[in-house]
């Protein structure tokens, strides 16, 4: 069986119908090729999604694919050639065109594979059912192994045996949870659950990039905390991730951040979400964020990503919602009112997971944080090292620093309301002493 029969229709819309796309497919045509969208664009024109990733299959060699596209001046960049994989790049977006094939060999990570004719044994290779619907240009729909039904169910269901699948790459556990938590429903497919158990040893040997990305596209969706108890619950996180445990964490941070607060500001943030699933010790805040810091070494975090989860698991022990105003000020003026609003959201989450409820009246004390971050205008020292240097306070070097500090100190102990004169004068009178006691 090389051909797959039509299965139904559906309508294009978005990118499907945009002149670029029909450049695309004509090009291929004109070239003696077959292409059709595979995989996601498919799936959310059938639950009709917005469109973004546009995946194309084919039965032209790469080669040649590349050929046909360059020949009516589509540029195309050669992404995975080996893998059969190139990039058209147009006004209206990007096509991730792959030729048909079928895997050689498997070890668990990455595949040998063999280009084909074959749109049936295209099919066989894919991980899920509804990841492995083809559409022709005008809407005829191929389902081979009714993923269609599986989808609109809200079930995430294996091609074949799920072991054979999960045993081809092991990163399909993985995506098996991350496709439960956008598109599923409970219960979660038993035999697709148990496979993943079986075979959570595995993803030891999944590169830390690999699960990151995966972990990160998890935690997106709208609501993984259901998803999250289940990767718990069937051994996966505890085998890869133990310290990732605080699904109730996770479950108020996801109320907050998508439901509760309606603030622009705030929006469904992964690595937020990974902070409110991190279980901290008793042993004070230098231990947590050692802790924090070894985590994202483990999942490879970016510098900047690191920088951002240590702040937030070592920041928000301190925060309490009957913080003073003055106290408030002070760490937005230190750690800026995106750091501080991050700290907000996960000190209120692991408040809210813990018994008992809170209040209103807390909940608001907690909502005048955010709003206090949300209005935060950013403010700066009146004073500079160079208005000390002038003022023959001190000669260049250390003592100016210090001096800047004591004043930054003053000046926050004032709420912000000392201004450049009232600075100097502080400075000069704190020299002036300092002469005194030497005398």
Same mark, same amino acid.
């Given at each position: 069986?090389?051909?797959?029969?039509?299965?139904?229709?559906?309508?294009?819309?978005?990118?499907m119908?945009?002149?670029?796309?029909?450049?695309?497919?004509?090009?291929?045509?004109?070239?003696?090729?077959?292409?059709?969208?595979?995989?996601g664009?498919?799936?959310?024109?059938?639950?009709?999604?917005?469109?973004?990733?546009v995946?194309?299959?084919?039965?032209?060699?790469?080669?040649?694919?590349?050929?046909?596209?360059?020949?009516?001046g589509?540029?195309?960049?050669?992404?995975?050639?080996?893998h059969?994989?190139?990039?058209?790049?147009?006004?209206?977006?990007?096509?991730?065109?792959?030729?048909l094939?079928?895997?050689?060999?498997?070890?668990?990570?990455?595949?040998?594979v063999? /280009?084909?004719?074959?749109?049936?044994?295209?099919?066989?290779?894919?991980?899920?059912?509804?990841?492995?619907?083809?559409?022709?240009?005008?809407?005829?729909?191929?389902?081979?192994?009714?993923?269609?039904?599986?989808?609109?169910?809200?079930?995430?269901?294996?091609?074949?045996?799920?072991?054979?699948?999960?045993?081809?790459?092991?990163?399909?556990i993985?995506?098996?949870?991350r496709?439960q938590?956008? /598109?599923?429903?409970?219960p979660?497919?038993?035999?697709?659950?148990?496979?993943?158990?079986?075979?959570?040893?595995? $993803?030891?040997?999944?590169?830390?990039?690999?699960?990151?990305?995966e972990?990160?596209?998890?935690?997106?969706?709208?609501?993984?905390?259901?998803?999250v108890g289940?990767?718990?619950?069937?051994?996966?996180?505890p085998?890869?991730?133990?310290? $990732?445990?605080?699904?109730?964490?996770?479950?108020?941070?996801q109320?907050?951040?998508?439901?509760?607060?309606?603030?622009?500001?705030?929006r469904?943030?992964p690595?937020r979400?990974?902070?409110s699933?991190?279980?901290?010790?008793?042993? %004070?805040?230098?231990?947590?964020l050692?802790?924090?810091?070894?985590?994202?070494?483990?999942?490879?975090?970016?510098?900047e990503q690191?920088?951002?989860?240590?702040?937030?698991?070592?920041h928000?022990?301190?925060?309490?919602?009957?913080?003073?105003d003055?106290?408030?000020?002070?760490? $937005?003026?230190?750690?800026?009112?995106?750091?501080?609003?991050?700290a907000?959201?996960?000190?209120?989450?692991?408040?809210?997971?813990?018994?008992?409820?809170?209040s209103?009246?807390?909940?608001?004390?907690w909502?005048?944080?955010?709003d206090?971050?949300?209005?935060w205008?950013?403010?700066?020292?009146?004073?500079? %090292?160079?208005?000390?240097?002038?003022? %023959?306070?001190?000669?260049?070097?250390?003592?100016? %620093?210090?001096?800047?500090?004591?004043?930054?100190?003053?000046?926050l102990?004032?709420? /912000?309301?000392?201004?450049?004169?009232?600075?100097?004068?502080?400075?000069?009178?704190?020299?002036?002493?300092?002469?005194?006691?030497?005398?």
């Amino acid at each position: 069986m090389t051909a797959l029969e039509p299965t139904g229709r559906l309508q294009p819309y978005g990118i499907m119908v945009a002149d670029d796309t029909a450049r695309v497919f004509d090009a291929i045509a004109q070239h003696g090729g077959q292409a059709r969208y595979v995989g996601g664009i498919v799936r959310d024109a059938l639950l009709k999604r917005d469109l973004h990733d546009v995946d194309i299959a084919c039965d032209l060699k790469p080669e040649e694919t590349v050929i046909a596209l360059e020949k009516v001046g589509i540029r195309v960049v050669p992404t995975g050639l080996k893998h059969g994989t190139i990039t058209a790049i147009t006004d209206a977006g990007s096509y991730e065109i792959t030729t048909l094939r079928v895997d050689v060999e498997t070890n668990g990570r990455h595949a040998e594979v063999a /280009f084909t004719d074959s749109w049936f044994a295209d099919a066989k290779r894919r991980d899920f059912t509804f990841n492995a619907i083809y559409c022709d240009p005008d809407g005829t729909v191929y389902d081979p192994f009714d993923g269609e039904t599986d989808l609109r169910e809200g079930r995430v269901r294996f091609i074949g045996v799920a072991e054979n699948r999960i045993a081809e790459d092991y990163l399909r556990i993985l995506r098996f949870f991350r496709f439960q938590a956008w /598109f599923g429903r409970p219960p979660i497919d038993p035999v697709g659950a148990e496979a993943c158990r079986k075979g959570a040893q595995g $993803l030891l040997d999944i590169s830390a990039e690999r699960i990151r990305d995966e972990l990160f596209k998890l935690l997106r969706a709208k609501s993984p905390a259901g998803t999250v108890g289940d990767m718990i619950g069937f051994g996966i996180l505890p085998t890869i991730l133990p310290q $990732l445990a605080r699904t109730d964490c996770l479950r108020i941070m996801q109320w907050l951040d998508s439901t509760a607060l309606a603030v622009p500001a705030i929006r469904p943030d992964p690595l937020r979400r990974l902070a409110s699933l991190f279980v901290t010790g008793d042993n %004070g805040a230098d231990d947590n964020l050692e802790a924090a810091e070894q985590l994202a070494r483990a999942l490879r975090l970016s510098n900047e990503q690191t920088e951002r989860f240590a702040a937030m698991v070592s920041h928000a022990p301190l925060i309490d919602p009957n913080m003073s105003d003055d106290d408030i000020r002070r760490d $937005l003026y230190r750690i800026g009112a995106d750091a501080f609003r991050d700290a907000v959201l996960l000190a209120w989450s692991t408040r809210a997971s813990v018994p008992p409820r809170c209040s209103r009246q807390e909940n608001e004390e907690w909502k005048s944080l955010i709003d206090a971050a949300t209005n935060w205008q950013p403010v700066k020292l009146p004073i500079q %090292g160079r208005d000390i240097l002038a003022a %023959g306070l001190a000669p260049a070097g250390p003592r100016v %620093g210090e001096l800047l500090k004591q004043a930054e100190n003053y000046w926050l102990d004032h709420g /912000f309301a000392p201004g450049p004169d009232d600075l100097m004068a502080y400075l000069a009178s704190l020299s002036k002493a300092g002469e005194q006691e030497t005398q």
